[in-house]
């Protein structure tokens, strides 16, 4: 799916697409020329050694998704039955999935209108005695309210697990997100910032939890006798074929975020001057990034759903996707109860084609479609 050279109006535009121009074929070919094609091979040591001093934190451990990277976080932090984890409703599935994989019980709260972040009140309201952590997910680029939520972490003694999927490179106040919580978890699946297909990495400053997950990791294998297992692990383990690409992306991430950083001007180019459409503002606080472009629909001044655009668009040649589905609209979570502003952002947003190798002349012809849609 990669964009080379013109598109014509024929071809869909894809949502997203992996940008694999740089080092990524030298380096897999390294991994078949030596026969290092499992998680054994420098690749692994190398992708972990350089996302930890880009993010900013001590130690990295490669795992083989954002997913694994998310319960094996939270299991090496302790986090199991009885346990409460405080999550937005205004993620991916994956977020809360991690939590049920433990045994532990999510906990869903709203999220703010104005950052689409995680509302620090409504984490307030939600701890309870048997709360142990809160996951704060980076959701579409932009930073959460670290400063408010790490004091409340502190003053009850919680875990703070960063979900940095797609915020690969934010900054909160100049620092990196994923180095401020307890743990930072990361996706390299393909639609991601920078991917190796299918791939995570979970960022730490404490010694104790980062040697957890390396055992937990590899089956809970005992580091002094082979095959021996003290505890229940898993394999979790990223190859070194996926570890290669990580490490080419990895050397090309100011260039990936600086195309990204392009793209979303050009949507607030042709967007920003239209009342039917509410953009995605970046708040004081934080240095954002561009994931997937998302936007609102306003209702108040258009008739045309967002459902309906996103099928307008299909027959123009252009992918895109609602934004995420509140998770407790969902059966695995579902509750009978109003979560008011994550209702209101899901029903109503909208991501569009982003992706580094996406012309401006295809995002100006993706805003012209969107506007003559909207009628
Ligand atoms: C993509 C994503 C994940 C999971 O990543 P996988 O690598 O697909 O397992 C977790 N959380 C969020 C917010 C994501 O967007």
Redesign the pocket.
């Known amino acids: 799916m990669e964009s080379k050279g013109t598109l014509t109006p024929h071809t869909l535009i894809p949502i997203a697409s992996p940008n694999l121009l740089g080092n990524e074929l030298a380096y897999v070919t390294q991994c078949i020329e030596t026969n290092w094609i499992s998680s054994q091979g420098k690749f692994v040591k190398d992708f972990e050694e350089k996302m930890a001093q880009y993010v900013g934190t001590r130690y990295a451990v490669a795992t083989s998704?954002?997913?694994?990277a998310?319960h094996l976080a939270l299991t090496a932090l302790g986090i199991g039955k009885g346990d409460e984890v405080i999550v937005p409703t205004l993620?991916?599935i994956?977020?809360v999935n991690a939590v049920a994989y433990t045994g532990a019980t999510p906990v869903l709260v709203d999220s703010e209108k104005e950052s689409w972040q995680i509302d620090p009140e409504a984490i307030q309201r939600a701890i309870t005695p048997r709360t142990k952590a809160i996951i704060l997910?980076h959701?579409y680029g932009q930073p959460c309210k670290m400063d408010e939520i790490m004091q409340m972490a502190k003053a009850h003694n919680l875990r703070v697990i960063e979900?940095v999927?797609?915020a690969h490179g934010a900054r909160y106040k100049g620092i990196r997100v994923g180095s401020i919580g307890d743990v930072g978890?990361f996706?390299?699946?393909a639609n991601?910032i920078i991917t190796c297909g299918?791939?995570?990495m979970v960022v730490t400053n404490h010694k104790e939890v980062y040697d957890r997950m390396t055992i937990l990791r590899d089956h809970g294998m005992s580091k002094e006798k082979r095959y021996w297992h003290e505890q229940v692990g898993f394999n979790y383990r990223l190859t070194n074929i996926q570890a290669a690409i990580g490490c080419a992306q990895l050397e090309r991430i100011e260039a990936l975020l600086e195309a990204r950083a392009f793209i979303q001007s050009w949507y607030e180019k042709y967007l920003s001057d239209d009342a039917r459409f509410i953009l995605p503002k970046e708040q004081t606080w934080s240095t954002r990034v561009c994931w997937l472009y998302t936007l609102l629909i306003n209702t108040e001044m258009t008739a045309i759903t967002r459902d309906q655009l996103i099928a307008a668009l299909q027959q123009e040649h252009i992918d895109s996707r609602p934004m995420f589905y509140p998770i407790h609209t969902m059966p695995p979570y579902y509750q009978d109860k109003p979560y008011p502003v994550a209702q209101l952002l899901s029903r109503n947003g909208l991501s569009l084609p982003s992706f580094a190798g996406i012309s401006q002349g295809e995002v100006e012809r993706i805003c012209r479609t969107v506007k003559k849609a909207l009628g």
């Open positions: 998704s954002g997913t694994t998310l993620t991916f994956a977020t997910v959701l979900d999927a797609e978890c996706s390299f699946y991601k299918e791939g995570g």
